[in-house]
């Protein structure tokens, strides 16, 4: 069956950090990228971040670029995104997705570009 979970959410004050995991279970890390999303409240959710299994290459938007790092440790089958200098506006339910495909394509952002999600991790930053 295949699954990816994430973890790590939790409230925090503007300025800290936190490290979010995807695990993913039921199938080869390694053959796949895999792409962050987050749904703000109120709005639509929105990819942000995005990594390729063989370079491997990163993507990023604007809004998190130099702060947040994604990565893989594809032998412990987990993808990470370490978020940095986190703001109020970052408040949101983080996912993670299977991209089907081993390159994050030309619209990893897209959130029908995926094929399989996590249930989402709770991020909060407030004073």
């Known amino acids: 069956q295949v699954q990816v979970v994430e973890s790590g959410g939790g409230l925090v004050q503007p300025g800290e950090s936190l490290r979010l995991s995807c695990a993913a279970s039921g199938f080869r890390l390694e053959d796949y990228a895999i792409g962050w999303f987050r749904r703000a409240p109120g709005k639509e959710r929105e990819g942000f971040s995005c990594?390729?299994?063989?370079?491997?290459?990163?993507y990023y938007t604007e809004s998190v670029k130099g702060r947040f790092t994604i990565s893989r440790d594809n032998a412990k089958n987990t993808v990470y995104l370490q978020m940095n200098s986190l703001k109020p506006e970052d408040t949101a339910v983080y996912f993670c997705?299977?991209?089907?495909?081993?390159?994050?394509?030309?619209?990893?952002?897209?959130?029908?570009?995926?094929?399989?999600w996590g249930q989402g991790t709770q991020v909060t930053v407030s004073s």
């Open positions: 990594i390729s299994s063989s370079d491997p290459s990163t």
């Open positions: 997705a299977r991209h089907p495909g081993i390159a994050c394509s030309d619209n990893w952002y897209a959130v029908w570009e995926y094929d399989y």
